[in-house]
């Protein structure tokens, strides 16, 4: 069983006024998962994404594949 904490960050790009979710990146070698939670609510709810779940999210973004907000 690991004890680690999740280590959050946020994108250097998000300056957009707070509307930001937060990964832990750190969590994939030990659990396989990236947690990800919105960083106006640090205590409420954490999703927790298969590792090549996020990897195919951000390249899907990267891409261009979701529009713009």
């Known amino acids: 069983m690991t004890t680690e904490s999740p ?3 946020t994108s250097s ?3 957009n006024g707070g509307n930001c979710v937060e990964v832990a990146a750190d969590l994939v070698a030990s659990r ?3 947690p990800v939670r919105d960083s106006k609510d640090l205590t409420g709810p954490t ?3 298969r590792a090549d779940a996020f990897v195919g999210f951000v390249a899907g973004v990267k891409a261009g594949a979701f529009g713009t907000v």
């Open 13 to 15: 790009y998000s300056s």
């Open 32 to 34: 396989g998962v990236v």
């Open 47 to 49: 999703l927790n994404l």
């Open 7 to 9: 280590r959050w960050f």
